[in-house]
């Protein structure tokens, strides 16, 4: 697609109920990043995928958060058993990795995921 | 991880005026990027930079890759409304490892 797409947009959940977000990413891009945005903050990395290489889940607040990127395309984060603090906008992003080149490695961002948990 | 020291945190400015906000880190890093976020949506990329001591403008930004590689600033000049929204700075360590600043939130009075 001409971005990339995430969906929902906004999730209403309930404290241990599990949720999925997706991430549909640029076409042609290999990198897929999730980051987690919780209110008044910074981005904190979550997942990185590239390619078919292992992915790097260093950022990966608990074991209650997983990913997969099914094809080398769409990704879908899951949180288990929600809770309050979970709370917050979950942004993709994707890229094309060229190395240190000018135009190269821009992160491009979906609009986000804003989950609330109650 | 790495933490990306942004300043201001926030700022009130009035309209026309210009602005300067800046990053510093202590680790080196290969790029420097700068994006804008609007409510609701997810930052938008302004400026890349990708050598120390570069100099690039988009408009009325300006952005500096610090010769040191452990800093960068972002200038904006004679704002505008549609200016509002918060900045951040990103700096990127390798080919996978982004780390981005807290933000700066801008407010542009008219």
């Known amino acids: 697609g001409a971005g990339v797409s995430q969906s929902p947009s906004n999730k209403v959940t309930e404290k241990g109920k599990d949720v999925e977000l997706r991430c549909d990413p640029i076409?042609?891009?290999?990198?897929l990043y999730w980051y987690r945005q919780s209110l008044g903050q910074g981005l904190e990395f979550l997942i990185y995928?590239?390619?078919?290489?292992?992915?790097?889940k260093s950022g990966l607040p608990s074991d209650r958060f997983s990913a997969e990127r099914t094809g080398g395309s769409v990704s879908t984060l899951t949180i288990q058993r929600t809770q309050q603090e979970d709370s917050a906008v979950y942004l993709c992003?994707?890229?094309?990795?060229?190395?240190?080149?000018?135009?190269?490695?821009?992160?491009?961002f979906g609009a986000g995921s804003r989950l609330t948990v109650l | 991880g790495q933490q990306l020291n942004q300043s201001p945190q926030s700022m009130f400015i009035q309209e026309g005026e210009d602005v300067s906000m800046n990053c510093t880190s202590s680790?080196?890093?290969?790029?420097w990027l700068w994006y804008k976020q609007d409510p609701g949506e997810g930052p938008v990329l302004l400026i890349a930079?990708?050598?120390?001591?570069e100099l690039t403008s988009n408009g009325r930004l300006t952005a500096q890759f610090g010769i040191t590689r452990k800093d960068s600033f972002l200038n904006i000049s004679a704002s505008i409304p549609s200016d509002v929204g918060i900045y951040f700075c990103?700096?990127?360590?390798?080919?996978?490892?982004?780390?981005f600043g807290t933000g700066t939130s801008l407010t542009v009075i008219p």
């Open positions: 992003a994707s890229s094309f990795p060229r190395g240190f080149i000018s135009g190269a490695n821009v992160l491009t």
């Open positions: 076409s042609g891009h290999t990198a």
């Open positions: 995928f590239q390619g078919n290489s292992a992915p790097d």
């Open positions: 680790s080196i890093f290969n790029t």
């Open positions: 930079l990708y050598k120390a001591g």
């Open positions: 990103a700096g990127q360590l390798s080919r996978n490892q982004f780390y």
